[in-house]
């Protein structure tokens, strides 16, 4: 049985420039949020970044105010153990329950014990009951 849950993630939509990123993680940290997982994406002229946060709430309205677009998305969040082909593992069990991964973004430090994954899915409600064995 795995550490599966669902969470919101917040995602913002900016004119890609230099410094937005820098813009978006200042405002966070000047009010004491930690970031617990970032995907920036730049794509034409659209810089998109995804984040997960110790408090969603207050981030969420933080960018808001500050002027940033602001959407909110359910992510599967999953706590693996680090060991060579686990993810794998995952990845074709998901599969088998016809789950297709649509995006996913993971860090695990070089001699953790564990590693954090954040991905959508198919059916992100189905894929948790399934990592958490249920």
């Known amino acids: 049985m795995l550490d599966a849950r669902l969470?919101?993630?917040i995602v913002v939509r900016?004119?890609?420039?230099?410094?937005?990123?820098?813009?978006?993680?200042r405002l966070l940290g000047d009010m004491g949020i930690d970031?617990?997982?970032v995907m920036v994406q730049a794509c034409d002229e659209t810089a998109t970044i995804h984040l997960v946060t110790t408090s969603q709430s207050y981030a969420?309205?933080?960018?808001?105010?500050?002027?940033f677009p602001v959407e909110e998305r359910d992510v599967v969040v999953v706590e693996?153990?680090?060991?060579?082909?686990?993810?794998?593992?995952i990845a074709e069990?998901?599969?088998?329950?016809?789950?297709?991964?649509?995006?996913l973004h993971a860090t695990v430090p070089e001699d953790g014990a564990t590693?954090?994954?954040?991905?959508?899915?198919?059916?992100?409600?189905?894929?948790v009951q399934?990592?958490?064995g249920r």
């Open 7 to 9: 969470q919101r993630e």
């Open 14 to 25: 900016a004119e890609d420039r230099v410094g937005v990123f820098a813009e978006v993680s």
């Open 35 to 37: 970031l617990l997982s």
């Open 60 to 67: 969420r309205e933080a960018l808001k105010d500050a002027g």
């Open 80 to 89: 693996l153990p680090h060991h060579p082909g686990f993810l794998c593992r």
């Open 93 to 103: 069990a998901l599969a088998r329950k016809e789950i297709s991964v649509t995006r």
């Open 115 to 127: 590693g954090v994954i954040v991905f959508t899915c198919s059916n992100n409600a189905r894929a």
């Open 130 to 132: 399934m990592l958490r």
